[in-house]
């Protein structure tokens, strides 16, 4: 079966790079994305990645994906207080555009 | 703002008792998606419309149905509510069925008492 699993807290100072890990188990997973959700707000795409890409780089945004070992990371650099939220990593199975989504990190960016 | 309409935002409601959330998705898109986020479950896909058709089905109870109508807003009914039906409630759209972005809601916050 398909899971997606992602540590649920970070901390970091403003300023500071952020690196948020996930991890899933269906290979055949065809993108997997990243979303944002700040308190009392739907979510946001922030981006995303095709499964046959090592990396993406959007901004302060850079993705990183292993397939090898299933594993996806986000980094945001230069963090500010305004990246406070819950970030949930996704997946979609192969033949579909539903998402499955991990249980989301929450990161705190203090001053 | 993503385009995507939901109402109530908020509904407080007891147990055993049914509610309708609404979605209007997004000028131009054809489908619909409805997720549910509760604390212990998370982020959970439910079930997807395609121009009128159901199109996917993920961990959606019996108890839940939902539609979509010929001028493509969705409705997502619950009835027979638990305590454990709490939880907010997204729907998201997107033009079509591939892997085009899906839009989200800002969600309906269910309460059940």
């Known amino acids: 079966g398909e899971d997606v699993e992602q540590s649920l807290f970070l901390s970091v100072r403003e300023g500071d790079s952020s690196v948020i890990n996930c991890t899933y188990t269906?290979?055949?997973?065809?993108?997997l994305y990243w979303y944002k959700q700040e308190p009392g707000a739907g979510l946001q795409l922030l981006t995303y990645?095709?499964?046959?890409?090592d990396m993406k780089q959007d901004q302060r945004l850079t993705v990183l994906l292993n397939k090898k070992d299933k594993h996806l990371s986000l980094r945001i650099a230069d963090t500010q207080t305004g990246d406070s939220a819950i970030y949930f990593c996704?997946?979609?199975?192969?033949?579909?555009?539903?998402?499955?989504f991990g249980k989301g990190t929450m990161l705190l960016v203090s001053p | 703002d993503s385009g995507v309409t939901q109402t109530p935002k908020h509904l407080i409601t007891a147990t055993g008792q049914r509610v309708t959330l609404r979605c209007s998705p997004r000028?131009?898109?054809?489908?619909v998606y409805w997720y549910q986020q509760s604390l212990d479950q998370g982020l959970q896909f439910l079930i997807q419309?395609?121009?009128?058709?159901?199109?996917a089905k993920g961990n959606i109870l019996e108890r839940f149905s939902a539609q979509q109508f010929p001028d493509l807003h969705s409705e997502l009914n619950l009835s027979s509510l638990e305590l454990g039906d709490s939880a907010l409630y997204f729907c998201?759209?997107?033009?079509?069925?591939?892997?085009?972005?899906?839009?989200f809601g800002p969600g309906t916050r269910l309460t059940v008492t």
């Open positions: 998201a759209s997107s033009v079509g069925t591939g892997l085009d972005e899906q839009y």
């Open positions: 269906d290979s055949s997973s065809t993108y």
């Open positions: 990645i095709f499964s046959n890409m």
């Open positions: 996704a997946e979609t199975p192969p033949g579909y555009s539903t998402l499955t």
């Open positions: 000028s131009g898109d054809l489908s």
């Open positions: 419309y395609y121009n009128g058709e159901e199109r």
